[in-house]
């Protein structure tokens, strides 16, 4: 049973089920799976959906032990309902600021979570507390502002993804978290730290283009309504900017690639 003091801030965002569900942890969480041995005991903050966890339950095996933990009931009755029969392998509700374990797991790691909490550094402190002595702390990541679409989009979608950087400021949110990973892990006492890139590259021809350029076409489906309370972009701009991007991805898109950063550290 996780234990779990009071939050000092708090999370503000649902993920999608549909991107959470595509991701696998040999795909999309490289450096964590690089880093699990058999038997190892592993804490993953903000599980969402499982889809990476039940790897992380595969690659330690039956002798692992591994945790699962989010803030959103209905994500996880979904890890529930898909990964109940995996040994070694369990959900629980909690907020990775209220997190309170100390000292239990091998690998205590975080996947595209941390660019939605305000006090990022609050929630690495908690994640090197659950630590063992010597156990790995890895985060995976966004840089937000330096999203790259080859050719560029049309003003419409550019305008859209100017009113989300600015919607994700508003709520304290970093754009540029991943890189700037390393410096709170130094500021929460980790050693040894090291980065490594793993940015989300696709290209037309490849199996997985249409699926990583539909990101933002669900991005605009499910949170334009709230980034439009945020005030830099109305109604009609959104559905503009929705009509120009599906056009766009269809006709012209050639590439996408979104940066993102693996930081590891030593509790």
Not at 220 to 245: F, K, N, P, V
């Amino acid at each position: 049973m996780v234990e779990a003091s009071r939050p000092v801030s708090t999370q503000g965002h649902t993920s999608d089920p549909e991107i959470l569900e595509r991701r696998t942890l040999h795909r999309d969480h490289r450096r964590l799976a690089a880093a699990l041995r058999p038997g190892m005991a592993v804490l993953d903050v903000g599980c969402g959906t499982g889809a990476i966890t039940a790897g992380v339950a595969q690659a330690v095996g039956p002798r692992g032990r591994v945790l699962g933990i989010d803030r959103d009931p209905k994500l996880l009755r979904l890890a529930r309902e898909r990964f109940s029969h995996v040994p070694g392998l369990s959900f629980e509700e909690c907020d990775a600021l209220a997190l309170a374990v100390m000292g239990q797991f091998d690998i205590v790691t975080a996947a595209r979570t941390l660019q939605w909490i305000d006090r990022p550094e609050c929630a690495l402190e908690r994640m090197r507390a659950a630590a063992k002595p010597g156990g790995l702390v890895i985060v995976l990541d966004y840089n937000h502002s330096r999203l790259a679409w080859d050719p560029p989009p049309p003003t419409p979608v550019r305008r859209f993804y100017e009113a989300f950087l600015k919607w994700r400021a508003a709520n304290g949110w970093d754009n540029m978290l991943g890189d700037r990973l390393p410096a709170l892990y130094a500021d929460a006492g980790l050693t040894q730290i090291a980065s490594s890139t793993e940015d989300e590259v696709a290209r037309r021809g490849e199996p997985e283009f249409e699926a990583a350029l539909r990101i933002w076409q669900r991005v605009m489906e499910t949170l334009g309504t709230t980034i439009l309370s945020g005030g830099s972009l109305d109604a009609t701009e959104l559905a503009a900017a929705l009509d120009a991007y599906t056009r766009w991805g269809r006709d012209h898109a050639q590439g996408q690639q979104m940066v993102l950063r693996a930081v590891e550290g030593r509790a």
